[in-house]
């Protein structure tokens, strides 16, 4: 099927200038990244590892998620962590064949591979002190033990106890079952089960084929931890980061505010272990060599809620909001003797994470933002300049709201402006000139969140393909768009409450959406200067539904040029390079095309190559003419010598 949307070419052969001779702005280093908030279950029960939900009993129903069976009993006195003090005691069934013990039933099921193996573990103590036994059972979804642990409880005092589980089954919704096989009573907390095999080996771990994806992706900024979950339904509920670092046991469990977001959506056990927390993103930024960009809270709970200004923090109350800002700085940044820069160390990493920017805000609006904002920007101003402060545009992408903030962010000279829009293919296919007339005098652009909606919300073709015809302004405005950013990032396929996203999964597999591929095609070929790119002395920026930029790369010497072309006939362009003086074309270009004849087309867990990129070498001269095949996103890699 053809074509929803596409339109028929009146373009036959054109010629596309571009002037290498000259270099336009730098494009920042950063331009391209990821954001990602735990929405759609990207957290707990996507990217972090962990398998168990619920695993210290704090959800506001503690047995959310358990199955407990014989005398289980809920008990929170002297409790090993005292952030999350409640804890289970097995006490022995009353006849001896009987039973006690709990189940649980994963995120939607556990997802666990044949071969692979699990690392189960328990914090627990035996009640008489005397060694007592608990079973581990790993069950498959029919309810057949795939494989059963022994592990034996002494002493009085809390111990974590810990054993490692090969599966020789794979299930996408197995279950873990702990029962008491003994005489005396055990408590236990924190239960916990994660593969092995986490990105990079590391226990309190990431999923590997999920931070594989991000990886792949080459990020070179991550925004982070959202969106809305920063603000929070109101303001006990926002992200509050100093609860998200320390042992993993001890971090306070959080609501997530996507578990009723949406009435006709909803999940109320969804919850925030923070087992991903600050210390864990700003190690994958590490990791992914991206620019860490986190978001916090400036008082303000999600203003799509709360109407009263009663819901927020007064503005002359700010002083703990603007301190968790400092100390932020201080725990990615400080030295190991101070408090936070401590902690850090502590952590595992002595080493800072030279956090540059500073998000303060999400999606905020009116003089009520402005104000909490100006508060953070005088002290941040004073206490640390060398942090690129980031202030919002507003949740939409035109309206008073964008235009009432846009000066007042001219005024208070933040460095970036965080902008989202979610909107129709047909607003990207129209707004590739969006930033060509923007104030040159003002702080730069973040397009913090922005994905194309299709009237069925899918992750399509269509979508994805006006998303690269979008992004062809993003590059040339390089001068004043200095980050780029798609969301949401992660869904799981039996959990989410957005779309589209990013990367989609299940519990044991992940497919990278076309979408993916656009946001990768434009971080694998950033490059770091824009060229003048024009045909016929015009940019072409959607006249015919054609596009194109390029841009220069000084590490490869390379020109890289991209064009859209998002009609249903192919076009022809012939080239016209201008060179720098003893440059020469070396003959030969990459050419990368994304491609497909269905604007509908989807990539799917089942399917997932329907549409990924197709990469080639091509013989390459000026003068040339090139082809660009019809609905297709193709990138030229040209070397110079
Ligand atoms: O990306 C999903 C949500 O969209 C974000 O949490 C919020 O910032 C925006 O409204």
Same mark, same amino acid.
């Given at each position: 099927?053809?074509?929803?949307?596409?339109?028929?070419?009146?373009?036959?052969?054109?010629?596309?200038?571009?002037?290498?001779?000259?270099?336009?702005?730098?494009?920042?280093?950063?331009m391209?990244?990821?954001?990602?908030?735990?929405?759609?279950?990207?957290?707990?029960?996507?990217?972090?590892?962990?398998?168990?939900?619920?695993?210290?009993?704090?959800? +506001?129903?503690p047995f959310?998620?358990?199955? =407990?069976?014989?005398k289980?009993?809920?008990?929170?006195?002297?409790?090993p962590?005292?952030?999350? =003090?409640?804890?289970?005691? /097995?006490?022995?069934a =009353? %006849?001896?064949?009987?039973?006690?013990?709990?189940?649980?039933?994963?995120?939607?099921?556990?997802?666990?591979?044949?071969?692979?193996?699990?690392?189960?573990?328990?914090?627990?103590?035996?009640? @008489?002190g005397?060694?007592?036994?608990?079973?581990v059972? /790993?069950?498959?979804?029919?309810?057949?033990?795939?494989?059963?642990?022994?592990?034996?409880?002494a002493?009085?005092?809390?111990?974590?106890?810990?054993?490692?589980?090969?599966?020789?089954?794979?299930?996408?919704?197995?279950?873990v079952?702990?029962?008491?096989?003994?005489?005396?009573?055990?408590?236990? @907390?924190?239960i916990?089960?994660f593969?092995? @095999?986490?990105?990079?080996?590391?226990?309190?771990?990431?999923?590997?084929?999920?931070?594989?994806?991000?990886?792949?992706?080459?990020?070179?900024?991550?925004?982070?931890?959202?969106?809305?979950?920063?603000?929070?339904?109101?303001?006990?509920?926002?992200?509050?980061?100093?609860?998200?670092?320390?042992?993993?046991?001890?971090r306070? #469990?959080?609501e997530?505010?996507?578990?009723? &977001?949406?009435?006709?959506? /909803?999940?109320?056990?969804?919850?925030?272990?923070?087992?991903?927390?600050?210390?864990e993103?700003?190690?994958?930024?590490?990791?992914?060599?991206?620019e860490?960009?986190?978001?916090?809270s400036?008082? #303000?709970?999600?203003?799509?809620?709360?109407?009263?200004?009663?819901?927020?923090a $007064?503005? !002359?109350?700010? !002083?703990?909001?603007?301190?968790?800002?400092?100390?932020?700085?201080?725990?990615?940044?400080?030295?190991?003797?101070?408090?936070?820069?401590? #902690?850090?160390?502590?952590?595992?990493?002595?080493a800072?994470?030279?956090?540059k920017?500073?998000?303060?805000?999400?999606e905020?609006?009116?003089?009520?933002?402005?104000?909490?904002?100006e508060?953070?920007?005088?002290?941040?101003?004073e206490?640390?300049?060398?942090?690129?402060?980031?202030?919002?545009?507003?949740?939409?992408?035109?309206?008073d709201m964008?235009?009432?903030?846009? $000066?007042?962010?001219?005024?208070?000279?933040?460095?970036?402006v965080?902008?989202?829009?979610?909107m129709?293919?047909?607003?990207?296919?129209?707004?590739?000139?969006?930033?060509? @007339?923007?104030?040159?005098?003002?702080?730069?652009?973040?397009?913090?969140?922005?994905?194309?909606?299709? =009237?069925?919300?899918?992750?399509?073709?269509?979508?994805?393909?006006?998303?690269?015809?979008?992004?062809?302004?993003?590059?040339?405005?390089?001068?004043?768009v200095?980050?780029?950013?798609?969301?949401?990032?992660?869904?799981?396929?039996?959990?989410?409450?957005?779309?589209? !996203?990013?990367?989609?999964?299940?519990?044991?597999?992940v497919?990278?959406?076309?979408?993916?591929?656009?946001q990768? #095609?434009?971080?694998?070929?950033?490059?770091?200067?824009?060229?003048? &790119?024009?045909?016929?002395?015009?940019?072409?920026k959607?006249?015919?539904?054609?596009?194109?930029?390029?841009?220069?790369?000084?590490?490869?010497?390379?020109?890289?040029?991209?064009?859209?072309?998002? +009609?249903?006939?192919?076009t022809?362009? +012939?080239?016209?390079?201008?060179?720098?003086?003893?440059?020469?074309?070396?003959g030969?270009a990459?050419? &990368?095309?994304?491609?497909?004849?269905?604007?509908?087309?989807?990539?799917?867990?089942?399917?997932?190559?329907?549409?990924?990129? %197709?990469?080639? +070498?091509?013989?390459?001269?000026?003068?040339?003419?090139?082809?660009?095949?019809?609905?297709?996103?193709?990138?030229?890699?040209?070397?110079?010598?």
């Amino acid at each position: 099927m053809v074509a929803l949307m596409a339109i028929t070419s009146v373009f036959a052969q054109e010629t596309l200038t571009i002037d290498a001779a000259k270099k336009g702005a730098a494009i920042s280093p950063d331009m391209y990244g990821i954001f990602f908030e735990d929405i759609n279950f990207g957290a707990d029960g996507g990217l972090y590892a962990e398998l168990i939900k619920n695993r210290s009993f704090e959800f +506001t129903y503690p047995f959310t998620g358990w199955v =407990p069976f014989g005398k289980v009993e809920l008990l929170n006195e002297n409790a090993p962590f005292p952030n999350n =003090p409640n804890y289970i005691r /097995l006490n022995p069934a =009353p %006849h001896h064949a009987k039973f006690t013990g709990i189940e649980n039933e994963g995120y939607r099921g556990i997802g666990l591979k044949k071969g692979a193996d699990y690392r189960f573990s328990v914090w627990a103590r035996s009640v @008489d002190g005397k060694e007592q036994r608990i079973y581990v059972d /790993l069950v498959d979804s029919r309810n057949d033990i795939i494989v059963r642990d022994t592990i034996t409880i002494a002493g009085t005092e809390w111990k974590k106890y810990q054993s490692i589980i090969e599966s020789n089954v794979t299930d996408s919704h197995a279950k873990v079952r702990i029962f008491l096989n003994s005489r005396g009573s055990v408590d236990m @907390d924190h239960i916990s089960l994660f593969p092995t @095999d986490t990105w990079k080996g590391r226990e309190n771990g990431m999923r590997k084929d999920l931070a594989q994806a991000l990886y792949d992706l080459q990020p070179k900024v991550f925004r982070f931890p959202g969106g809305c979950i920063v603000e929070g339904t109101d303001l006990a509920t926002r992200y509050a980061w100093k609860n998200s670092v320390g042992p993993v046991e001890n971090r306070k #469990l959080n609501e997530n505010r996507w578990h009723y &977001t949406f009435d006709y959506r /909803l999940y109320p056990d969804y919850f925030q272990s923070y087992g991903l927390g600050f210390f864990e993103f700003f190690q994958l930024c590490e990791d992914f060599g991206a620019e860490p960009l986190p978001v916090i809270s400036c008082g #303000l709970a999600c203003q799509f809620q709360n109407w009263h200004e009663g819901a927020h923090a $007064p503005i !002359d109350n700010l !002083d703990e909001y603007i301190q968790d800002a400092i100390d932020l700085i201080e725990f990615a940044n400080g030295a190991t003797d101070t408090k936070w820069g401590k #902690l850090r160390a502590e952590m595992g990493h002595p080493a800072p994470f030279n956090l540059k920017y500073l998000a303060v805000g999400n999606e905020q609006w009116d003089d009520l933002y402005v104000e909490r904002l100006e508060a953070f920007v005088k002290v941040l101003r004073e206490k640390h300049p060398e942090i690129q402060i980031i202030g919002g545009a507003g949740p939409y992408a035109s309206g008073d709201m964008l235009k009432h903030l846009w $000066p007042e962010m001219k005024r208070l000279k933040v460095d970036l402006v965080d902008e989202h829009y979610y909107m129709a293919p047909t607003w990207f296919w129209n707004n590739a000139g969006r930033y060509d @007339d923007y104030d040159r005098e003002g702080p730069k652009v973040f397009a913090g969140e922005y994905a194309a909606h299709h =009237p069925n919300r899918g992750n399509n073709f269509e979508a994805a393909l006006s998303e690269a015809a979008f992004m062809t302004g993003l590059e040339r405005n390089a001068d004043i768009v200095r980050l780029a950013t798609y969301a949401p990032l992660f869904a799981h396929v039996d959990g989410w409450q957005w779309r589209p !996203d990013l990367i989609w999964f299940d519990n044991l597999r992940v497919v990278r959406s076309i979408n993916y591929y656009v946001q990768q #095609l434009y971080s694998h070929n950033s490059g770091t200067h824009v060229l003048s &790119t024009t045909s016929n002395g015009k940019v072409l920026k959607g006249e015919n539904r054609q596009y194109a930029t390029a841009c220069y790369d000084a590490n490869t010497n390379e020109v890289i040029v991209k064009i859209v072309n998002g +009609t249903e006939q192919p076009t022809n362009y +012939t080239l016209d390079i201008k060179l720098p003086k003893k440059s020469k074309i070396a003959g030969e270009a990459t050419l &990368t095309t994304l491609h497909a004849d269905d604007m509908l087309i989807e990539n799917t867990l089942d399917n997932p190559h329907n549409v990924v990129p %197709h990469k080639t +070498t091509v013989a390459i001269a000026n003068g040339q003419t090139v082809q660009i095949p019809a609905m297709t996103f193709s990138i030229y890699r040209i070397a110079l010598k």
